[in-house]
């Protein structure tokens, strides 16, 4: 399947990188991918060995030679810049600076992060901190690779549901290499509005105001089992949830989105489920 070469699409979904990190590159390939995200490590947990210069060599390798454009990261769960516990706050803003070393040395230019929750606290006290622990990051290294805040559908005491939360932490992170990942899944559990023509606009406009279109780099497509504003964060299957086939029809038409990669965080057996989902989305191209 290389519509997606036809069709010019950044368009795939996210890779699992067993058996190595090059093997992520070509299981997206076998199906068509031409912007994949993976983990650069086991993403739950805290510890994991440094890259080999084999490992480094045979990636950036298989990289350039890929008809796959766009590869992207994405960061452990297990980070929680926000949390209250010291203890948790050190091993998170340890482990986020050794996934943004490992993306330089891969060549991957965005790592998606997921904000943090404030357990006991409140949001305002988690936002500033998150905020403070990325502007200390990128202040003791200058990293290439931009870390990608990823807005949240506020499951629990989860911040960076709201725009206001993501144009928050961009405003006073301190750094220009910092952009946004958006969750279609998350946004709408969130309770934004994007299933008709109407709302879709309202909501990017609305967006546009508060963050700014131009930060996000990434597009997370996903549906969502859970209804609007459920604030339950649970993918679904493109068309098969409840935010509506119209809403991705709307986004994959969107010109001002065309040059940003879409991938897909569908719930998947094997990668036959990624294709039905990728070969779905391509259908809605007009
Ligand atoms: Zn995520
Ligand atoms: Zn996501």
């Given at each position: ?267 998947k057996d094997n990668l036959n489920d990624d ?12």
């Open positions: 399947m290389q519509t997606t070469i036809k069709k010019n699409i950044l368009l795939g979904a996210h890779m699992s990188i067993s058996g190595g990190l090059d093997q992520a590159i070509e299981r997206g390939e076998s199906i068509g991918c031409t912007a994949i995200q993976i983990f650069t490590k086991s993403n739950r947990q805290w510890q994991t060995k440094k890259l080999t210069n084999q490992e480094i060599t045979i990636f950036l390798e298989k990289q350039r030679n890929s008809f796959i454009k766009k590869i992207n990261a994405h960061a452990s769960y297990l980070i929680n810049l926000g949390s209250p516990n010291k203890d948790v706050e050190r091993k998170s803003i340890e482990a986020l600076k050794i996934e943004l070393m490992r993306c330089d040395e891969l060549n991957i230019p965005y790592l998606v992060l997921h904000p943090g929750s404030h357990v006991n606290t409140d949001e305002q006290t988690c936002l500033k901190q998150i905020t403070h622990n990325i502007k200390t990051i990128y202040k003791e290294k200058n990293y290439k690779t931009t870390l990608l805040i990823e807005n949240m559908a506020g499951q629990g005491s989860t911040v960076g549901y709201s725009f206001e939360h993501l144009a928050y932490i961009l405003k006073n992170c301190g750094t220009k290499n910092i952009g946004i990942c958006f969750d279609t899944c998350h946004a709408f559990a969130a309770g934004y509005n994007f299933s008709t023509k109407k709302d879709y606009t309202n909501m990017w406009k609305n967006f546009d105001n508060i963050v700014g279109l131009k930060q996000i780099k990434v597009i997370h497509v996903n549906d969502s089992k859970k209804e609007r504003g459920s604030r339950v964060d649970r993918h679904q299957n493109i068309g098969q949830g409840m935010i509506g086939k119209e809403a991705f029809k709307l986004l994959m038409n969107d010109k001002n989105f065309k040059d940003i990669p879409k991938v897909l965080e569908t719930p294709e039905k989902n990728m070969n779905i989305l391509l259908k809605f191209i007009k």
